[in-house]
C-alpha cells in the first residue's frame, strides 16, 4: 500500500471506539514498521495557557492562549505534540511535508504566545500508532477514509467542525453510506 502520510484519516460513523469516534487523525508517519498520527479533533479540559502554566508558572507569554489542547491518541497521553506551519529552529522538529511539522521538545511549547511561535499551531498530548499492518486492514474493514491534509481543516477550521469539514471534501454524505462491506 502506498504511504498514507501527510493524509487526514476520516472515521467512519460505523467506528465505534470510543477514542475514534467521528476523528480526524493527521498521519505523521506510515511505513512498514506501522502507523502514528495525531488526532486533531479531540479536545481535553485543557487550554494551552493551563499547560504551559502546569510546564512553568513563570511563564507569562502563556496567559492569553486560550486554544484548546487535544488529545493526539491513547498512546504516551503524558507526551506533547506541536503540529505547526514551517519554521526552523527547534530541538525537535521534523518536517512532515512542505506545510506542516512537527516538534516535540520544550523551547517550542515556551515559544507559543511569543513572536518567536509558528504562524499556525495545534498542540496534543498523546498519539495514535498502528502496529504494521493494522492500519491497511483497518482501511479494508471500511472503518476510515482518506483524504490529503488539508492546512485550513489543521490550522483554521474549529475543533468540532473538522469531523464535517474533512468528510465534505470527500463530496459525499457519510450519513448516506451503509455500514455494511460489500465485495465484488
Same mark, same amino acid.
Given at each position: 500500500m502506498e504511504s498514507l502520510e501527510n493524509q487526514l484519516l476520516i472515521a467512519m460513523p460505523a467506528l465505534n471506539d470510543p477514542m475514534f469516534n467521528r476523528t480526524v487523525t493527521y498521519i505523521c508517519e506510515h511505513n512498514d514498521e506501522g502507523a502514528m498520527g495525531l488526532i486533531i479533533n479531540l479536545?481535553?479540559?485543557? +487550554?494551552?495557557? *493551563?499547560? @504551559?502554566? %502546569?510546564?512553568?508558572?513563570?511563564?507569562?507569554?502563556? /496567559? !492569553?492562549? +486560550? %486554544? %484548546?489542547?487535544? &488529545?493526539? =491518541?491513547?498512546? +504516551?497521553? %503524558?507526551?506533547?505534540?506541536?503540529? !505547526? &506551519?514551517?519554521? $526552523? =529552529?527547534?530541538? $525537535? $522538529?521534523?518536517? @512532515? &511535508?512542505?506545510?506542516?511539522?512537527? /516538534? /516535540?521538545?520544550?523551547?517550542?511549547?515556551?515559544? @507559543? =504566545? /511569543? *513572536?518567536?511561535a509558528p504562524e499556525q499551531f495545534l498542540v496534543t498530548l498523546g498519539y495514535a500508532g498502528w502496529a504494521p499492518g493494522q492500519l491497511e486492514q483497518e482501511l479494508k474493514d471500511n472503518a476510515w477514509l482518506t483524504i490529503p491534509a488539508d492546512n485550513e481543516i489543521l490550522f483554521n477550521t474549529p475543533i468540532e467542525q473538522r469531523w464535517q469539514k474533512a468528510t465534505e471534501k470527500l463530496g459525499i454524505d457519510l450519513a448516506h453510506l451503509s455500514n455494511d462491506v460489500g465485495h465484488a
Open positions: 479536545p481535553v479540559e485543557l +487550554s494551552l495557557n *493551563e499547560l @504551559l502554566a %502546569q510546564i512553568d508558572a513563570d511563564n507569562d507569554n502563556c /496567559t !492569553h492562549l +486560550s %486554544q %484548546q489542547v487535544l &488529545s493526539g =491518541g491513547p498512546v +504516551s497521553p %503524558q507526551r506533547g505534540f506541536v503540529l !505547526h &506551519s514551517p519554521q $526552523s =529552529g527547534w530541538k $525537535s $522538529s521534523l518536517a @512532515l &511535508s512542505e506545510q506542516v511539522m512537527i /516538534t /516535540t521538545s520544550k523551547d517550542i511549547l515556551m515559544a @507559543l =504566545g /511569543t *513572536e518567536d
